[in-house]
């Protein structure tokens, strides 16, 4: 079983839906982040999560320590928000290293 | 700004030939470095990373190499690529935001390499 675990795999919506995406692990964690990458391969760190809940314009960021989960949303969805969504622990044990495990990613297309 | 460079963008090589790419940084010194490579429907897996000058830790085994000569310079290397060495590279790097266990993460744009 992978360390990671991302769903749902692909995602199509249509422009102004609300969209979650999911990211569940099994290992202790220090932190997740939540990265975006677009068509060209280029990573943009989105959110760096340890507890709670975080918000940056449209998006918004939640993790539940306790049940190893936490979920990105995407509010009033547009097509430039089609991308791959990546999920990423750093775990307990990393010590300052800072080493990241990656989930496989969630393909968005939010059609117009 | 912890801006990343990283070249080349994209990659052609034949099998056995010899492999090298480049990744710079600015901004802080003494950054914590990564190679990761994302094969075709795979997540990132993390090849080396890289504390300090000189000090490189390997996570799987492989045909890659990693050198880091300089405090803001992170080289990948192969003596003989293999085609399994296709793949998506990224450098990355971690760096203190400030407070307890606080840090950033920045990624280079990748290089899309294609051993054929």
């Known amino acids: 079983k992978n360390e990671v675990e991302q769903s749902p795999q692909n995602l199509t919506a249509q422009e102004g839906e609300f969209i979650t995406i999911n990211c569940s692990y099994s290992?202790?964690?220090?932190?997740l982040h939540w990265l975006q990458q677009h068509p060209g391969g280029g990573i943009v760190s989105l959110f760096m999560?340890?507890?709670g809940k975080k918000k940056h314009g449209r998006l918004i960021a939640t993790i539940n320590i306790q049940e190893k989960h936490s979920s990105l949303h995407i509010t009033a969805s547009h097509p430039r928000d089609s991308a791959v969504y990546i999920c990423?622990?750093?775990?307990?044990?990393?010590?300052?290293?800072?080493?990241?495990?990656f989930g496989k990613g969630t393909l968005l297309t939010v059609n117009p | 700004s912890q801006t990343i460079h990283q070249w080349p963008a994209t990659l052609v090589q034949p099998v056995g030939s010899p492999l090298s790419l480049e990744c710079t940084v600015e901004?802080?010194?003494?950054?914590?470095l990564y190679w990761y490579r994302q094969a075709a429907g795979r997540g990132l897996q993390l090849l080396f990373y890289?504390?300090?000058?000189?000090?490189i830790s390997s996570e799987v085994p492989q045909n890659l190499s990693a050198s880091r000569p300089q405090d803001r310079q992170f080289i990948l290397s192969s003596k003989k690529l293999l085609l399994s060495d296709s793949g998506f590279y990224l450098c990355?790097?971690?760096f203190g935001t400030g407070g307890f266990g606080g840090y950033g993460y920045t990624f280079g744009s990748g290089t899309r390499l294609t051993v054929v």
């Open positions: 990423a622990l750093r775990r307990n044990s990393g010590g300052s290293n800072y080493k990241l495990t």
């Open positions: 990355a790097r971690a």
């Open positions: 290992v202790g964690i220090s932190a």
């Open positions: 999560l340890s507890s």
């Open positions: 890289s504390v300090g000058i000189g000090q």
């Open positions: 901004g802080t010194s003494n950054p914590n």
